[in-house]
């Protein structure tokens, strides 16, 4: 229960520090955007490579598969896709209601 509480504070504090740092200094949307441009090929790949793995290997996909977990890096690149989906998000919602132009 206490994992559960810092995953959902951890996933609702960060976005929003996010879009504040984002507010207050908006260069740092770019790096923002670059570090989920990197976290996406960083994760296509990971995953590519743990399917191609398995097709050539010839091996049942529902239990080789979930060795993609092990990996720190598809972990971390999945995890920063995830808060930067929540923080592209109530960025949208706030442009879109008009009261921001970022």
Same mark, same amino acid.
């Given at each position: 229960?206490?994992?559960?509480?810092?995953?959902?504070?951890?996933?609702?504090?960060?976005?929003?520090?996010?879009?504040? +740092? !984002?507010?207050? %200094?908006?260069?740092?949307?770019?790096?923002?955007d670059?570090?989920?441009?990197?976290?996406?090929? =960083?994760? @296509?790949?990971?995953a590519?490579?743990?399917?191609?793995?398995?097709? +050539? !290997?010839?091996? %049942?996909?529902?239990?080789?598969v979930?060795?993609?977990?092990?990996?720190?890096?598809?972990?971390? =690149?999945? @995890?920063?896709?995830?808060?930067?989906?929540?923080?592209r998000?109530?960025?949208?919602?706030?442009?879109?209601?008009?009261?921001?132009?970022?």
């Open positions: 229960m206490t994992l559960f509480l810092l995953l959902l504070a951890v996933s609702l504090i960060t976005p929003a520090l996010m879009l504040a +740092l !984002r507010f207050f %200094v908006p260069k740092s949307a770019f790096w923002f670059a570090a989920a441009l990197v976290s996406m090929y =960083a994760f @296509g790949v990971i590519a490579d743990a399917v191609a793995g398995i097709l +050539l !290997r010839n091996t %049942v996909m529902m239990t080789e979930h060795r993609i977990f092990y990996n720190p890096l598809f972990l971390a =690149a999945g @995890g920063y896709l995830g808060l930067y989906g929540f923080y998000s109530w960025s949208g919602l706030f442009r879109y209601s008009g009261r921001w132009n970022g």
